[in-house]
């Protein structure tokens, strides 16, 4: 395989380690999001997952913050490796809590921890990844690191589909754990054969960054039509999210059923996600663009909210979920990426930055507000979650008007100049 992508003999044995360290990640993620879901819907409560949501909001800029700090301290591959024990021990840790009768504290700092494990552990992935991988490297390994990442959220959500009710839920932490040894190792392995060096110092610390990410985006109608994308589609996404998850709470009354039905169907989503990503996606970019590929999402999700309303079933939910996973992870995703190719070096990576983790994130925070307000008001005077479809109807339009409006100056910026 690694001949079809002109790799050379001497750069394989280090992108097969990088490719399989992004698998082992995304795996271990994909075992336990399905897990986190099912049991603080069946122990907690589906209507507290805003809460939760909003706590992480509000924990994962402290929590890389923290990261920032310890990550600028130490060579990269120590760095990773150093993250790698800390989640090989919080796997242990939950392994001991959930293998009996477990408090509702439990389950929220589960649903906290599970947030933070995938960020942090990208983070430090793709530290290491860019602090070994010179860029005329990149070119050629990175397509092969990424696949890794796709074929290890297919078996991580497969691994829970079919082994949870057979082995038991907090059982599959101990496979987590396993897996994260082996992540050790690899970071350990790869620090050894790049002989990595101490990160040099960081003049311009994140906070400056972030300002001046946030004053460039500001200032460019083009970034805020982008950042107005990322923040519709975030709130949408919530709002979908919590529709799936109180429609498959009413549908299963057994926490292994519920794991396994959402691990299925997530094994189901990534597969389909990589053939729209390898069928349908570059199509669509190399016939209309971006212009094209921002514009899928909000009108599917637009069409399947409203029919959500109409037709309130868990299979108009999960058809809704699968859609948003599916579309997404391929075509949305990289049509949004595209769209920062005709900027400049500042924008692609401070305004960029400021979009990708605090327009996210605030986001995120909003919509989990959104919902609560909706549980809290408005679900007395009939507000069922099949009726939060209206929030996402309204944001669906103006995700729509943003992205037609950010398609059309793509175009004229990528036009050869006269």
């Known amino acids: 395989m690694l001949e079809i992508f002109e790799i050379p003999k001497e ?27 099912s049991k603080f819907i069946k122990a907690v409560g589906v209507e507290n997952i805003p809460w939760a949501k909003l706590g992480t909001a509000l ?31 919080g796997s242990l840790f ?29 983070a430090a992935f793709w530290s290491l ?83 001046a990410g946030a004053r460039l985006t500001f200032a460019d109608p083009y ?33 292994g059923d519920l794991a396994a039905f959402i691990g299925k169907l997530s094994t189901a989503n990534i597969g389909v996600s990589v053939l729209v990503q390898v ?15 921002v514009m899928v999402l909000p009108v599917l999700l637009g069409v399947l909210s409203a029919a959500y309303l109409g037709i309130p079933t868990v299979a108009v939910a999960a058809l809704l979920f699968s859609s948003d996973a599916t579309f997404h992870y391929s075509i949305n995703q990289t049509s949004k990426e595209t769209l920062y190719t005709p900027t400049d070096e500042a924008v692609k990576y401070q305004a960029k930055a400021f979009i990708d983790m605090f327009v996210f994130r605030v986001a995120k925070g909003l919509s989990a507000l959104m919902i609560l307000f909706v549980n809290l008001k408005l679900k007395p005077a009939g507000w069922d979650a099949p009726r939060l479809g209206l929030i996402s109807l309204v944001f669906v339009v103006a995700w729509a008007f943003l992205a037609r409006a950010a398609g059309r100056r793509f175009d004229a910026l990528s036009a050869p100049a006269a």
């Open 129 to 211: 990844a860019h602090a070994t991988t010179p860029p005329d490297q990149a070119k050629r390994t990175y397509a092969v690191v990424g696949a890794g990442g796709i074929l290890g959220g297919a078996v991580g959500s497969a691994i829970v589909g079919w082994l949870v009710k057979l082995i038991g839920s907090a059982n599959l932490m101990l496979v987590c754990a396993a897996v994260l040894g082996a992540v050790a190792w690899i970071s350990w392995k790869l620090s050894q054969m790049c002989a990595l060096p101490m990160p040099a110092p960081d003049p311009d610390p994140g906070f400056k960054r972030a300002v």
């Open 59 to 89: 924990l994962i800029v402290p929590v890389m913050m923290l990261y920032s700090a310890v990550i600028r301290r130490m060579p990269r591959g120590y760095a990773a490796f150093a993250c790698s024990l800390v989640f090989i021990g």
């Open 94 to 122: 939950f392994w001991r809590v959930f293998s009996g009768d477990s408090p509702d504290w439990a389950h929220y700092t589960y649903f906290f921890y599970i947030d933070i494990y995938i960020t942090v552990m990208l």
């Open 11 to 37: 750069e394989r044995p280090k992108t097969l380690l990088l490719s399989l360290y992004f698998f082992l990640i995304i795996a271990a993620y994909w075992i336990q999001k399905p897990l986190r879901t």
């Open 279 to 293: 069928l349908a996606t570059s199509i669509i970019l190399r016939r209309w663009g971006p212009r094209g590929g």
């Open 223 to 255: 970034l805020l039509c982008i950042a107005g994308m990322v923040a519709c589609y975030e709130i949408v996404s919530n709002i979908v999210d919590y529709q799936f998850s109180a429609a498959t709470a009413a549908a299963f009354t057994g926490e």
